[in-house]
């Protein structure tokens, strides 16, 4: 059950995910691809929410056709692990989650009772290898590829019923494989200039003296994650959470009342709306477009299912 082949991931991100999947160009260009095309804003957690939900219909769809059983992932609204955010800056959730811990712990769960798994490992050695390469398809196939912003080079099956599903959502594969991992890689093209943009280091170094008032010592947020583990060894669940939330909930307001993470965000926003290549800024418009013009599709799509 495979996804992309990378030869080169890396990527930090300031704002929004602590690691993001990689990027590039593929050899499936769109002609409309531009940045003067109409713009679209970034979809809602809900939103995805209902795209994830089309897309694993039309997987389950697929898989059927092809005389396997397959379970649609639930992909309802889960509460976001804001834990992989570069700081955390909301009180409320801290409060819940601290960093996240039993929310990793609740996705490695549900991923481990996945029912495909089970069904899978139940078929036949030849119908198992069969469902890999009606699911995910392989290397003996048409590929698709995409040079990374980075570097390198991710390539995925062009056939496969995820290839299929994502055809029928999104319009074309290739362009959405293309945009998806090139949109998704570009944080380290301008996280180390971002970071040493006056407004942040001024708002870092007041988050950070904060925390020293709330009697954490640290230097930035990263480095309260690096801590973290030593701090909670050998506690009992609920005194890693403890622990935890009271680092979190301290982070939180002090990004509050230092406007750490709104300083964070806007600059994001500057850089990928303004400062990057061309091409990655068409990528970013496209994705956008594609998703937008996928919402519609989904709706049709999940509105049949009941």
Same mark, same amino acid.
Request: glycine share 4%.
């Given at each position: 059950?495979?996804?992309?082949?990378?030869?080169?991931?890396?990527?930090?991100?300031?704002?929004?995910?602590?690691?993001?999947?990689?990027?590039? #160009?593929?050899?499936?260009?769109?002609?409309?691809?531009?940045?003067?095309?109409?713009?679209?804003?970034?979809?809602?957690?809900?939103?995805?929410?209902?795209?994830?939900?089309?897309?694993?219909?039309?997987?389950?769809?697929?898989?059927?056709?092809?005389?396997?059983?397959?379970?649609?992932?639930?992909?309802?609204?889960?509460?976001?692990?804001?834990?992989?955010?570069?700081?955390?800056?909301? *009180?409320?959730?801290?409060?819940?989650?601290?960093?996240? !811990?039993? $929310?990793?712990?609740?996705? *490695?769960?549900? @991923? $481990?009772? =996945?029912?495909?798994?089970?069904?899978?490992?139940? $078929?036949?050695?030849?119908?198992?290898?069969?469902?890999?390469?009606?699911?995910?398809?392989?290397?003996?196939?048409?590929?698709?590829?995409? =040079?990374?912003?980075?570097?390198?080079?991710?390539?995925?099956?062009? =056939?496969?019923? @995820?290839?299929?599903?994502?055809?029928?959502?999104? !319009?074309?594969? !290739?362009?959405?494989?293309?945009?998806?991992?090139?949109?998704?890689?570009?944080?380290?093209?301008?996280?180390?200039?971002?970071?040493?943009?006056?407004?942040?280091?001024?708002?870092?170094?007041?988050?950070? &003296?904060?925390?020293?008032? &709330?009697?954490?010592?640290?230097?930035?947020?990263?480095?309260?994650?690096?801590?973290?583990?030593?701090?909670?060894?050998?506690?009992?669940?609920?005194?890693?959470?403890?622990?935890?939330?009271?680092?979190? *909930?301290?982070?939180?307001?002090?990004?509050?009342?230092?406007?750490?993470?709104?300083?964070?965000? &806007?600059?994001?926003?500057?850089?990928?709306?303004?400062? $990057?290549?061309? @091409?990655?800024? #068409?990528?970013?418009?496209? @994705?956008?477009?594609?998703?937008?013009?996928?919402?519609?599709? &989904?709706?049709?799509?999940? !509105?049949?299912?009941?």
């Amino acid at each position: 059950m495979r996804r992309a082949i990378s030869s080169a991931c890396t990527a930090t991100v300031i704002v929004t995910l602590a690691t993001a999947g990689c990027t590039t #160009e593929t050899s499936d260009r769109p002609h409309h691809d531009t940045a003067a095309a109409s713009p679209a804003r970034e979809l809602t957690d809900a939103e995805r929410a209902r795209l994830r939900s089309a897309e694993e219909l039309l997987v389950k769809q697929c898989m059927e056709a092809e005389g396997f059983t397959y379970w649609a992932a639930p992909t309802a609204v889960v509460e976001k692990n804001k834990a992989y955010a570069y700081v955390v800056d909301d *009180v409320a959730w801290a409060k819940r989650n601290g960093y996240g !811990g039993k $929310l990793a712990k609740k996705a *490695v769960k549900a @991923r $481990l009772n =996945d029912p495909n798994l089970a069904y899978l490992e139940k $078929l036949p050695a030849r119908e198992r290898a069969r469902y890999d390469r009606t699911l995910d398809g392989d290397e003996t196939g048409r590929m698709l590829s995409v =040079d990374m912003p980075t570097g390198g080079t991710v390539r995925t099956p062009a =056939d496969s019923c @995820r290839a299929t599903a994502a055809e029928r959502l999104y !319009g074309s594969y !290739g362009t959405w494989f293309r945009v998806k991992k090139t949109t998704d890689s570009l944080t380290p093209l301008y996280v180390p200039v971002l970071k040493r943009e006056k407004r942040f280091v001024t708002a870092l170094k007041a988050w950070s &003296a904060c925390m020293r008032t &709330a009697g954490h010592p640290y230097a930035d947020p990263p480095a309260v994650r690096a801590e973290l583990e030593e701090l909670t060894d050998g506690l009992s669940e609920a005194e890693a959470h403890a622990v935890e939330v009271e680092l979190a *909930v301290d982070e939180a307001t002090c990004a509050q009342r230092t406007s750490l993470a709104d300083t964070a965000r &806007a600059l994001e926003g500057e850089y990928r709306a303004e400062k $990057l290549p061309r @091409r990655y800024r #068409e990528a970013i418009a496209t @994705r956008r477009q594609l998703e937008a013009a996928a919402l519609d599709r &989904a709706e049709d799509i999940t !509105g049949s299912q009941h």
